[in-house]
């Protein structure tokens, strides 16, 4: 690591982005070391950078200007610390940095985007990341800021080795009344459904013991942000809308697969398509991508953020998917009405068409949404 | 009301059986694993629901059908996600798709 | 229920019941050329999750031939498995390059 840096630049530099984990003083102790380090045997300066983005409009308490500032200062504390004991020359600077998102939510794509604007504004290609480090944003299945910054963005990435006690954070989410209610409430109804309705007595005695025993372990790890009744009603209601369009686009596609896999001459012209998605957030994702998946011609292959990595099978689904119907329809389900007004993933692309508009299904505007839509009510992604 | 429900039944389960064999099929003549997972996916998925549909049909308004209703979402869910979870290893493992243009 | 395991109900709806089972069995058996013949080890998973899918109708399709809801729970499992499978089997390959 130390040779790649031994380049002939004035300045090194190394970059911790900061978020309240377990692990961060740990993280932060290693970091210092390593800098102290680099600055002993190159006998040069090195800026070591804490750096934690916040988001000014965010509600109060999630990501607070004033939360992160004093997270901040203890993050700096330490560091300085830690060269005190070993560094009397003073070669090591800490320097914290709390660029600002440009809305909430942030998506984890801009969280990145904010760390990597600082560590390219100082040129720094060492990134040290807390193994545990949270985002304060919701991120899709199993990809973390490690994944981001060295396999897409291509920084020089060290894990702090830090001792963890367990394998918290991202599984875990605050424990709360209504989490157990809703846990302890759908075993229930689970149970008895399974169970029958035979001896009444015994099954409702039995089926509240078992729910009270599953909430009490899973409560924990069953959502991601605490359930609002008034939440859950309306996305159940979209979600109803939705399964009929969802049932016809399946349809669809397996009668379009059937005549492909029948026709004698199994007239296929399979791609991989690579599209940025225009929903983020676990459950948002995973419908997506379970949506492209079951309808016609698709398989979503690669699921990275918001990127996917889709295989089509006929160059007829391939224009289905950037015309984006489904993609509007899961937006729908999870962001509301508004949210539908979206560019699709055509003109996102700047894919030149070939006019070669497919089935419109069922979706009420099918018409290339305008172009000028994407920063309505602050769900809208960055549209690039 | 019983002729209704049996056509009902009948047309679900060779519709279903269908789009099974379809999957079959597919999974034997698409030349590599993606198009075969597209196969799989899809048609197995529907010819699943249709014939879980005949069996609610049968059963008619009792706890039984909840279950199927059940079975249904469960694979309407966990289908696709196999699936995925297929091509995606595939995909890591670096196993290029096939395309038009080369042979077999 | 009525008569024991036979086919219960009898009418003609269990009887489409019970081909459909026989139909779904015998192309679920030709499927088994596609595991024997890979090439990859992903081609004979998806047909081995095929080959579950198709279990699980199987049992279901009995349940109502027969009229025994608690197949349906034996479905259910059957199901689960056959995801957890697939899962499991993917998760491997990639991870350990393969399974055994």
Do not use: C
Request: proline share 5%.
């Amino acid at each position: 690591m130390t040779t790649e840096l031994g380049s002939g630049d004035a300045d090194f530099g190394f970059l911790v982005p900061v978020s309240d984990s377990p692990t961060l003083d740990e993280t932060v102790e290693y970091a210092a070391r390593e800098a102290r380090e680099v600055a002993a045997e190159t006998d040069e300066h090195v800026d070591l950078f804490l750096v934690a983005p916040i988001t000014p409009d965010g509600p109060p308490g999630v990501t607070d200007r004033d939360d992160v500032d004093h997270l901040l200062e203890r993050a700096a504390a330490v560091a300085t610390d830690t060269l005190e004991m070993t560094d009397p020359e003073g070669s090591v600077d800490v320097r914290t940095a709390m660029p600002e998102l440009a809305r909430y939510p942030p998506n984890p794509v801009e969280y990145v985007d904010a760390i990597v604007a600082v560590a390219d504004e100082r040129e720094i290609e060492t990134v040290i990341v807390d193994p545990d480090h949270r985002m304060p944003v919701e991120t899709p299945i199993g990809r973390s800021i490690e994944t981001e910054l060295r396999d897409i963005r291509g920084f020089d990435l060290e894990m702090a080795p830090v001792e963890r006690p367990a394998r918290k954070g991202r599984l875990v989410t605050r424990g709360g009344l209504a989490q157990f209610l809703s846990v302890a409430g759908l075993s229930f109804g689970f149970y008895l459904v399974l169970g029958g309705f035979g001896d009444v007595m015994f099954d409702l005695v039995t089926g509240g013991v078992t729910a009270l025993l599953v909430a009490g372990v899973l409560s924990r790890i069953t959502f991601e942000q605490t359930p609002q009744p008034t939440r859950v009603v309306t996305t159940a209601w979209r979600w109803l809308l939705y399964v009929p369009y969802l049932l016809w686009k399946i349809v669809t596609a397996n009668v379009q697969i059937a005549y492909v896999v029948l026709h004698p001459s199994l007239p296929i012209d399979p791609t991989m398509e690579r599209f940025e998605a225009g929903v983020w957030g676990g459950t948002a994702t995973t419908t997506l991508a379970n949506s492209i998946t079951l309808t016609p011609g698709t398989l979503t292959v690669d699921v990275r953020n918001r990127e996917f990595v889709v295989h089509s099978l006929t160059s007829g689904s391939r224009e289905d998917l950037l015309d984006g119907g489904l993609e509007r329809a899961v937006r729908f389900v999870f962001y509301g009405r508004s949210a539908m007004r979206y560019p699709s993933p055509r003109e996102r692309l700047a894919v030149n068409t070939e006019a070669n508009a497919s089935d419109g299904g069922a979706e009420t505007e099918t018409g290339t949404g305008n172009a000028a839509a994407g920063d309505d009510d602050g769900t809208a992604g960055e549209s690039s | 009301m019983v002729e209704y429900g049996t056509v009902a039944v009948g047309a679900l389960v060779v519709s279903g059986l269908f789009f099974t064999f379809v999957a079959v099929v597919g999974i034997y003549r698409l030349p590599d694993l993606y198009t075969r997972t597209h196969a799989a996916s899809k048609s197995d998925t529907l010819g699943a629901l249709l014939a879980l549909a005949a069996v609610g049909v049968t059963f008619g308004v009792d706890t039984a059908t909840i279950k199927v209703a059940l079975l249904a979402l469960f694979m309407l869910i966990t289908s696709p996600t196999a699936a995925h979870a297929i091509a995606r290893a595939a995909h890591d493992q670096d196993i290029e798709p096939w395309q038009r243009g080369d042979e077999s | 229920m009525i008569e024991g395991i036979g086919i219960g109900t009898g009418g003609t709806g269990s009887t489409l019941l019970l081909a459909g089972a026989v139909g779904v069995v015998f192309v679920s058996v030709l499927l088994l050329g596609r595991v024997m013949l890979g090439p990859t080890m992903q081609d004979r998973v998806i047909a081995l999750n095929v080959i579950g899918s198709n279990a699980v109708i199987v049992i279901a399709l009995l349940a109502g031939a027969m009229d025994e809801p608690a197949f349906l729970d034996i479905a259910l499992v059957y199901a689960l498995l056959n995801f957890l499978m697939s899962i499991a089997i993917s998760k491997f390959t990639v991870e350990r390059g393969g399974v055994l």
